[in-house]
């Protein structure tokens, strides 16, 4: 397996692993981030930890795998959950083994932000708020506070999500334009147990590289293909090597059907080609080092109906 990318050294007297903890104890926890689709988890998460460690897109059902992204400080350590978007509505053996997924991510966990859209609060969002466990505390946090054309709509919408649970704290933000965020940060402190660090002061995620390059090649699949292609898509990494700093990796994009293929080709394989170039570009940026990236493109028939394929192209509860 590849390592997981490192957040660059920081400056002498920070907080390393290992070190003894400051004074008041060291306080690090998991914190679940849940939801229904596309309300901002992922974006919430990049944001939280300032590096993009998971992927976000405009369509929901975005994230498929559990995911953490770690803040380290002097003080404290927060291990942040990305978790799918919830699905109330039927679906295959993809959206049952997503969803398993965020009923796993809840395990365990010390915190819970539960995030919803500003002015936007239905049944769909009480059926997520409904998983979190009894014991655990819930942090209401309102995202997409910049849509909001007008401000003095947001307090009559937090009382009305309020009476829905006890929440231990309500914060309205953006997690596009970082407003809040920090005050979020402040927040969730309080709520974790007094412990020594999980992980090293280095560490942003718990994903390798290999697995996070599959990532964000499929995130430009998202991105960059209309509405009937992405669910269908998915990413396997067939090979990963490390020559140096060069990364050598090569990838196929799995689809259900030989119409799908023809579209993330394109005409003359131009889609295939900005696809391509899009997420070597991010890895890039991820992993630090140039990257060498191939692409292909495979069909494999019914493979997001099929538990046993969803295992096989890495789906931890296919
Ligand atoms: N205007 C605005 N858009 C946002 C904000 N946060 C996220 N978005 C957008 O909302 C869309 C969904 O974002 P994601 O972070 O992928 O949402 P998610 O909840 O992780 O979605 P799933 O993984 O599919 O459940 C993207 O187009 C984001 O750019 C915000 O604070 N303001
Ligand atoms: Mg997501």
Redesign the pocket.
């Known amino acids: 397996m590849t390592a997981a990318p490192r957040r660059p050294a920081r400056p002498a007297g920070a907080h390393a692993r290992g070190a003894p903890p400051p004074e008041g104890g060291f306080r690090c926890g998991l914190v679940a981030i849940v939801?229904?689709?596309?309300?901002?988890?992922?974006?919430?998460l990049n944001r939280l930890v300032g590096q993009k460690v998971?992927?976000?897109?405009?369509?929901?059902?975005?994230?498929r795998h559990r995911l953490v992204g770690i803040l380290t400080s002097a003080a404290a350590q927060i291990v942040f959950v990305?978790t799918?978007?919830f699905q109330t509505r039927e679906g295959g053996a993809l959206n049952r083994a997503l969803n398993r997924t965020v009923r796993g991510a809840l395990e365990g966990i010390d915190l819970a932000l539960f995030?919803v859209e500003a002015g936007r609060f239905g049944a769909q969002d009480r059926a997520v708020l409904d998983l979190v466990p009894r014991s655990v505390p819930v942090v209401l946090v309102v995202?997409?506070?910049?849509?909001l054309r007008e401000p003095a709509r947001m307090l009559p919408f937090l009382e009305r999500v309020a009476r829905e649970h006890a929440f231990a704290e309500v914060v309205p933000?953006?997690?596009?334009?970082g407003r809040q965020v920090g005050e979020l940060v402040r927040v969730i402190a309080g709520y974790l147990p007094e412990q020594p660090p999980l992980y090293g002061a280095d560490e942003i995620t718990d994903r390798s590289e290999r697995f996070l390059a599959a990532e964000l090649l499929r995130e430009k699949v998202f991105r960059s293909v209309g509405e009937e292609v992405p669910y269908g898509a998915t990413v396997v990494i067939d090979r990963f090597e490390e020559d140096g700093r060069l990364r050598r990796i090569h990838a196929s994009i799995v689809v259900e059907k030989p119409g799908q293929k023809a579209i993330v080709i394109g005409e003359g394989g131009e889609k295939l080609k900005a696809i391509a170039s899009a997420a070597r570009r991010d890895m890039e940026a991820l992993f630090g080092g140039k990257v060498f990236l191939e692409v292909w493109v495979r069909v494999r028939k019914g493979w997001s109906g099929s538990a046993a394929e969803l295992r096989r192209l890495g789906y931890e509860h296919g």
């Open positions: 939801g229904r689709p596309n309300v901002g988890k992922s974006t919430l998971s992927i976000t897109s405009a369509k929901p059902q975005t994230t990305d799918p978007g995030v995202n997409k506070s910049d849509t933000l953006s997690a596009r334009t």
